[in-house]
C-alpha cells in the first residue's frame, strides 16, 4: 500500500503549527510548567522545558522539506 505524501505533508505541517502555537504560549508566559517534588515548593520549569518544543520543530521541518521534495520528484 502506498504512502499518500501530501496527506503526510499535511499532518506534519498540522503539527509544525501547533507545536508553533503551545511554543508561543510558553515564550510569552501565557502558559507555564511547574514541577514540585513531595511536599515541597514548587518551581517553574518553563525555560528548560521550551527546548523540547523547539528541537521537535527542528526535526518535523527537516521531515516536511523531505516529504515536499519527495513530493515535487514525483515519489
Keep these: ?3 499518500d505524501l501530501k496527506a503526510y505533508a499535511s499532518e ?7 507545536i508553533h502555537e503551545d511554543l508561543a504560549a510558553l515564550e510569552n508566559g501565557t502558559m507555564t510548567i511547574g514541577e514540585r517534588e513531595g511536599n515541597g515548593p514548587g518551581r517553574d520549569v518553563t ?9 521537535s520543530l527542528r526535526t518535523y521541518d527537516l521531515i516536511l522539506a523531505d516529504l515536499r521534495a519527495r513530493i515535487e520528484r514525483g515519489d
Design 1 to 3: 500500500m502506498a504512502v
Design 12 to 18: 506534519i505541517e498540522n503539527q509544525i503549527n501547533q
Design 47 to 55: 525555560p528548560e522545558t521550551i527546548e523540547h518544543p523547539k528541537a
